[in-house]
């Protein structure tokens, strides 16, 4: 052998291509493209970003990147190539378990000249966790300057019905959607705590003009409406700019209303679900001065997830989309003003998996976030 010869080591080859088949594997994983046929038109479905822990909101940076929140307590950027970032510096500690951990977040109005991300979660503190809201300035790889804006009271030891979901009206103030804890129940009728309602605060946390109960006697000010179980789904109506949610009911009795200001939606006195054991709920099904549902489901299907659709999904223009964590599905409604007229469901075969939200990116896509413990970001776009 001529001494200026290089000795290649075999095992080298194995481990290029090792890496190169991975490397096929991941790529592969990022481009899978699945068809979709809805009564309207025809879609695919595809894999934008994989290997994400249970994610849970997503909010579309102006770049066109996507921050996407992991319950157990991390936020990671998503690029379109299908690369996720390492966890960011700054996100609040969080009581991760049952339910809990971080949950939604949402960019302020004006992120592009102040950078403000929010972010919701359950949060650990004396007497047990409850939904908290935190605000930061991004910065890289990072939040800055984090401080808690607003902190569901009482705390309470429990794993479960936090909401929440984070909707910036048009005034700019913030609705926060909260659920009732599960054993707190009763709480959602009285307007001592801040549990099973829809709040209103300012971007800063204060409490704005035209919160219904501000000034009155035991009642805590940030509330907007009451008589809520579990919303885990909020949009903005793209005409109206009322805010419709949906939340879980107990076994049946999901439903959807439109959450105004002072308004009583029932629970738990009234209600179309039952006990999980059995056995009627509350008082009925109807009682004055309590709001009926715009729509529900019986069985339950545990929504999350809302996203009303504009014009740039051909067939799809004003609809709304919610996801299906229990039957792993995509539910698209069609509306006429506030009656819901047709249901379809989808993804019940291509997907297999529980969708815990959906939005429309700024590329007029509907992306979806799989509540798995290797969870997906996807873009369900027209075929054509």
């Not at 290029?16 to 809805?38: C, I, K, P, Y």
């Not at 390492?86 to 951990?101: H, M, Y």
């Not at 984070?166 to 005034?171: E, K, P, Q, S």
Request: hydrophobic share 40%; no cysteine.
């Amino acid at each position: 052998m001529n001494r200026n010869s290089v000795v290649i080591n075999p095992l080298w080859f194995l481990v290029v291509a090792v890496v190169w088949a991975a490397g096929l594997m991941a790529t592969a994983q990022a481009q899978e493209v699945v068809a979709v046929r809805s009564e309207k038109l025809e879609l695919r479905l595809e894999t934008v970003a994989a290997g994400l822990e249970h994610p849970w909101g997503m909010a579309f940076l102006p770049d066109g990147r996507v921050l996407v929140t992991e319950r157990p307590g991390r936020l990671r950027i998503a690029a379109t190539d299908g690369s996720l970032s390492t966890p960011l510096d700054g996100v609040p500690p969080v009581a991760a378990g049952g339910q809990g951990g971080l949950l939604d977040v949402a960019l302020h109005p004006g992120f592009a000249d102040n950078g403000l991300v929010y972010l919701s979660y359950s949060e650990p503190g004396e007497g047990g966790n409850s939904t908290a809201v935190a605000r930061g300035r991004l910065d890289g790889n990072a939040l800055r300057e984090v401080e808690v804006i607003f902190s569901q009271q009482p705390k309470f030891d429990s794993s479960a019905h936090f909401g929440s979901r984070l909707v910036f009206a048009r005034d700019g103030t913030l609705f926060v959607t909260l659920g009732e804890r599960f054993k707190r129940r009763d709480d959602a009728q009285t307007l001592d705590n801040h549990h099973g309602k829809v709040v209103r605060i300012n971007d800063d946390g204060s409490v704005p003009e035209g919160n219904p109960f501000a000034g009155r006697a035991g009642a805590l000010p940030q509330i907007w409406s009451i008589g809520h179980r579990n919303l885990q789904g909020a949009a903005l109506h793209p005409q109206t700019g009322e805010l419709w949610t949906h939340e879980h009911g107990p076994s049946g009795g999901d439903e959807i209303n439109i959450s105004r200001a002072g308004h009583n939606y029932g629970w738990p006195v009234i209600t179309y679900g039952k006990e999980y054991i059995g056995g009627s709920i509350g008082e009925g099904t109807h009682k004055a001065g309590m709001e009926q549902p715009l729509h529900r489901w019986v069985p339950s299907i545990s929504p999350s997830g809302m996203l009303f659709v504009d014009e740039r999904i051909p067939g799809w223009q004003g609809n709304l989309l919610i996801g299906s964590l229990k039957f792993d599905q995509l539910v698209r409604l069609e509306l006429d003003g506030e009656r819901v007229v047709h249901e379809e469901r989808l993804l019940k075969k291509e997907l297999g998996e529980r969708i815990r939200d959906v939005a429309q990116g700024p590329d007029g896509a509907i992306y979806l976030l799989t509540d798995e413990r290797k969870g997906r970001l996807l873009r369900l776009v027209p075929a054509n």
